[in-house]
């Protein structure tokens, strides 16, 4: 049974400081000219050969592991130039008009065969590339997507989340914290087998975006002059109000509304709300959610919501009428900038909703982590493709103990195809509330464990032998992105206005041994050989067992 391996994207730990906004170096082939790759537009790609020489230019000024894959033997980019650009001009068609559509076809397999043969040999797992092709003589077009290692007919079999999630969540003990939201599972809690172990997983680096709590120091503190706050002397100048005729019912409607900015403006002084503001400060300094924060923000947003509603037609009942209406809706229109822009009331409902839905990621995981409650712990990365490099300092950085150099990252330094910058020292950095001291730790990886995965292990073992890597290889993708114009190599661009559509990283990266394990992985510690076709089918029963799992234990149970 085969397995296609993700591509999943990662953001680099450091970025470096360059400009790319002109090309001015020539490139290593004196008779081929260098071109901005931006410049291209869909009119300089007439034919395969010149789709073919668009990439060419692009990937030789943009790709960052020249050297090393011509240093290993396994790329030529010259050659490979001398080698297909004859075969990409031997091919007649370009779906253009009259030409036959069963020619069209057999020349698109044929280009779409030498684009997988060029590119099968990159070793950076994160590149790939979108070609369009035509269809046929009526500008319909396909598009394929093209990387390194795509002609590998086999993949190791992995360990997919969902399936973990299945048969782990009822290894846990009753207090795991455990989640299958759409874009992020997660599960944290101690084995039930071995519980002086605890067992983390989650489905790909997207923590910080659905746990993290920020509580800023201040809320409802609206500063001298602003214009969006509302007073009842600008209700009383309202041409709207003075407008009511009738004295009785002018003077009841004004009052129902000095009323509710009064209840609004008196939230800020009401005791939910300064009993949500202290233990603010505490968790500010502490980062722990006590109980006595997730009860405060609880009274506070029940108060909050306990406000009266004042864009709607309750509060004003009977008195609301044609009469009543302009001034109404004015006062609507003012409170809604009072309460949403000058008091920032949304801010306050935010915070406290993050600590009610966030708080128990915390309380179970994050702070006994801190307190030295965790003394062992295997954190599952098998199938976690990566995601978001600010989990770096999130989550990875609270098992850091220690500065520590994890990697080296480079980029290029001009155009020319081996014009790269120094390495530069990728360094761990312990975290404010990580752990107090060093424990055991095993890593579990497999060949879906991409990006942020991979970073976060050679940061992990960079801390000393406490920290063990179990199971698979990793996938070998470990080069960085980063924004457009910052590098002179790596693009992200549509090129030919989409003809190429490029996901280049800028950045190269090898391991703290100096060994580039791009398109080979990290070595494991402790090597599990993959599941089998058997095991792969049996994963979805609660009683999987699982060699992976059960190698940690043995590591763990032994220290």
């Not at 290993?72 to 010259?78: E, I, P």
């Not at 839905?357 to 990566?386: A, M, V």
């Amino acid at each position: 049974m085969k397995r296609i391996k993700r591509k999943i994207t990662i953001f680099s730990l450091s970025i470096l400081s360059l400009s790319s906004l002109t090309v001015l170096n020539s490139c290593s082939s004196d008779d081929i000219t260098i071109t901005d790759p931006r410049r291209f537009t869909a009119n300089d790609i007439n034919s395969y050969a010149d789709l073919f020489e668009v990439f060419w230019k692009t990937m030789d000024q943009q790709y960052n592991y020249f050297y090393e894959q011509k240093d290993q033997g396994g790329l030529d980019w010259d050659n490979v130039y001398k080698t297909y650009y004859p075969k990409f001009a031997a091919l007649q068609t370009y779906g253009r008009p009259n030409e036959d559509d069963g020619q069209i076809n057999e020349d698109y397999l044929a280009a779409s065969q030498y684009f997988k043969e060029i590119m099968h040999p990159l070793i950076d797992r994160h590149f790939s590339v979108k070609i369009q092709f035509p269809a046929t003589n009526k500008s319909i077009i396909r598009t394929v997507t093209f990387y390194g290692g795509m002609l590998d007919e086999d993949t190791p079999n992995v360990y997919p989340f969902a399936e973990k999630y299945g048969y782990m969540k009822n290894r846990v003990d009753g207090n795991a914290f455990m989640s299958n939201r759409s874009g992020l599972g997660i599960i944290a809690g101690n084995l039930i087998s071995n519980p002086d172990i605890y067992y983390l997983s989650f489905s790909q680096f997207a923590v910080t975006n659905n746990f993290k709590i920020t509580l800023a120091d201040k809320y409802l503190n609206p500063g001298k002059g602003n214009a969006l706050l509302l007073t009842e002397d600008i209700l009383e100048a309202r041409e709207e109000l003075k407008a009511i005729k009738d004295v009785n019912m002018r003077n009841a409607i004004k009052q129902v509304t000095f009323d509710l900015l009064k209840e609004y403006n008196a939230y800020s002084e009401s005791n939910a709300y300064k009993a949500f503001m202290e233990e603010v400060v505490k968790f500010n300094q502490t980062e722990i959610v006590s109980n006595e924060l997730m009860l405060s923000a609880q009274n506070a947003l029940r108060e909050y919501n306990a406000l009266p509603k004042y864009d709607v037609i309750t509060p004003y009942g009977a008195l609301y009428n044609a009469h009543t209406a302009d001034y109404v809706g004015a006062f609507i229109s003012l409170m809604n900038n009072h309460v949403n822009f000058g008091y920032n009331f949304p801010e306050l409902t935010r915070a406290l909703s993050q600590v009610l839905t966030r708080g128990e990621f915390y309380q179970k995981f994050l702070n006994p982590l801190h307190t030295g409650e965790i003394k062992k712990i295997i954190i599952d990365l098998r199938s976690n493709g990566g995601g978001a490099v600010v989990d770096a300092r999130f989550i990875s950085d609270r098992f850091i103990t220690k500065n520590a150099v994890f990697a080296y990252q480079r980029t290029r330094e001009g155009n020319g195809r081996f014009n790269y910058t120094p390495w530069v020292e990728a360094k761990t950095k312990p975290h404010n509330f990580g752990i107090p001291k060093d424990i055991p730790i095993a890593i579990l990886t497999d060949k879906n464990s991409a990006s942020m995965s991979e970073i976060t292990t050679m940061m992990l073992k960079s801390q000393g032998n406490q920290v063990v890597s179990v199971g698979d290889y990793s996938a070998g993708a470990t080069a960085g992105l980063g924004t457009v114009d910052d590098f002179n190599g790596g693009t992200r661009d549509e090129i030919a206005e989409g003809k190429l559509t490029f996901y280049m990283p800028l950045l190269a990266m090898k391991d703290a041994d100096g060994v580039v394990v791009e398109g080979v992985g990290v070595k494991p510690n402790i090597y599990v050989t993959p599941p089998t076709d058997s095991e792969l089918e049996e994963m979805t029963s609660p009683n999987f067992v699982d060699r992976v799992v059960n190698e940690a234990i043995k590591y763990l149970s032994s220290k």
